[in-house]
Each structure stands twice: as C-alpha cells, then as structure tokens.
C-alpha cells in the first residue's frame, strides 16, 4: 500500500467434484478437497459411490409428504449453510434487522448445544487479511453452544459501528462447524429407518424471518429401513426451519467432517470452503 504495507498469501489445493452415472436420470455425485493428498481417502470414496450406484439399480420408492429421519450427508448440509450465510452472520444484516437469524438475539431462540459453528481463515483456504488490507483474526465464533455469539464485520460495518474489522465480505470464507460423535460407519444403524441425504439443490429461504429453508433432494437419495439401503427415491421436496433441522430435532453430528472447497471461478478462482460433518435429525419436513 502507499503506506508501505505488503501483505503475503500462497495456498495449495486440490478440488475434484466428479459423478457416476446409471442412465439418464440416476447418479451418484462424489466430491474430494483437501490440502494434503491421500489416495486412501480416494479409495475409500469411489468404493463408497460404488456402492451407492449399485442401490440405484433396484426400483424407486415413491414417499408420501410427510416428516421423515433423515441423514443429511456433508455436501447436503453445505447448502443449508450457503444458504443461511446469507446474511446470517453479516453485522450490517444484524444491525438493520435482516439477519434470518435474528430471532436468536431478538427471542433468545437457540440450536442444538452441541453446535459450535466458526469462520476459520487459518483452516481454508482464504487470506488472513481483507483487499483493503486489513489483518484478519484467525477465527471469529459465529455459534458457540448452540447460541448466537459474534458476527463477521467488513470494513465498511466496522466503521458504520465502530467495532474492529473482523472479516473481508460479511459471507463466510472458512465455514467451520465442530464434529460430533457419531461415528461413519454408524450412520445407517443410527438412521435406522428414513432418507439418506447425499445432496441437495435449489435451496433458498421460504420465509426468511423464521429460517425456513426449502430445497430439493438430488442423486443418490436413498431410502434405508432397519439400517439397511432399500434402494433409491423420487425427488422431493423439503421445507423446514433451522430451528428444527439443527436445533430440537438435531440427534447427532458425525465424527468425520468434510472440507469443501468452492469449485467457481467467475473473475477469478474462489478461495471459500466449509469444513462440515454430517447431520443425523429425526424428522425433516416434506411438501412433495
């Protein structure tokens, strides 16, 4: 800068997002990201889309609308969160009232206890500092025991309300959520009986003010009765608050998180990414 400030990032990735197809309408989408390579974990998770693709041989189920457990994989809950970053944690959406979570200030709402949610620069792949220049703490607590704790300030909003600049854009760049207990290979035993969520799309808010989210099954959705795969389901429609999906309803969170990094490039290479584990909830709400 013109004050004489340099200001230094490098980061080294890798990002592969690939799919396997039985047909026109059938597929199962897998995705691996990290920092360091391990060819075991790709190992680990071609046999697993393997396995998944092979269920999406026996005949659809058809589900009745209705509130159903669910298994929510990774990538599923990814797109919750990208949704609910939408102003979510910003100060500005905070301070003017547009935050969908406002009702956890305003109310006192909560999730669940065990949710601890954090935007970490030192664990992705964003810069510690902002493009103006400003140095970034290392992590910022969004939710810590299932409570609102602080928002992501840009510039701009530091300065309209005079706090220190904790973020570059009021979006987060490093998505942390802690994990759980739930071990991977108890997830269809602990299921039980309900859907096996592997992705979601076309997630947005249904009524922003109560953090109501809708959104579509996608690829391998799976129905699973007794802790065993049945086989694959129609596409579906869900629409439920975070109040419940990840807050009263919320049993478990997996042992194993997931670090996904954002694959777009519009103006350049993106440097945000989430680091998430699955969502074991007992009993999602479906339209159709």
Same mark, same amino acid.
């Given at each position: ?5 340099? /200001? ?87 301070? @003017? ?7 956890? #200030? ?38 810590? /025991? ?19 600049? /904790? ?13 759980? @207990? ?6 269809? @035993? ?8 592997? /992705? ?16 579509? @099954? ?16 129609? #596409? ?24 996904? #990094? ?27």
């Amino acid at each position: 800068s013109s004050l004489g400030q340099r /200001n230094w990032h490098a980061s080294a990735s890798f990002n592969l997002d690939w799919s396997c197809y039985l047909g026109p309408d059938k597929a199962v989408k897998s995705a691996m990201a990290g920092l360091h390579w391990d060819a075991a974990r790709l190992d680990e998770k071609l046999a697993r889309a393997r396995s998944r693709l092979a269920a999406l041989e026996r005949p659809a189920k058809t589900l009745e609308p209705g509130r159903y457990r669910v298994y929510l994989a990774p990538q599923a809950l990814a797109e919750i969160m990208a949704v609910l970053a939408r102003g979510g944690f910003g100060l500005d959406s905070h301070r @003017t009232g547009q935050s969908p979570l406002m009702r956890m #200030v305003t109310e006192g709402l909560s999730l669940a206890p065990f949710i601890d949610l954090h935007e970490r620069r030192d664990v992705g792949l964003a810069p510690g500092f902002t493009e103006a220049g400003f140095i970034l703490p290392p992590a910022v607590r969004l939710i810590e /025991n299932g409570r609102y704790r602080d928002c992501l300030a840009g510039p701009r909003s530091a300065r309209e309300y005079d706090v220190p600049v /904790n973020a570059d854009t009021e979006y987060p760049q490093g998505l942390t959520m802690d994990a759980g @207990t739930l071990a991977q290979h108890d997830i269809l @035993t602990a299921l039980d009986t309900g859907l096996y969520v592997s /992705n979601l799309w076309y997630c947005n808010f249904s009524d922003r003010d109560d953090a109501r989210i809708t959104g579509m @099954t996608r690829f391998a959705c799976l129905w699973v009765q007794g802790g065993v795969v049945q086989g694959p389901v129609g #596409v579906m429609r869900f629409d439920d608050s975070i109040y419940r999906l990840l807050g009263e309803r919320l049993e478990a969170l997996t042992a194993e998180r997931e670090l996904m #990094v954002d694959s777009s490039s519009y103006g350049r290479r993106s440097s945000r990414s989430a680091l998430l584990p699955g969502a074991l909830i007992d009993g999602v709400t479906f339209t159709l």
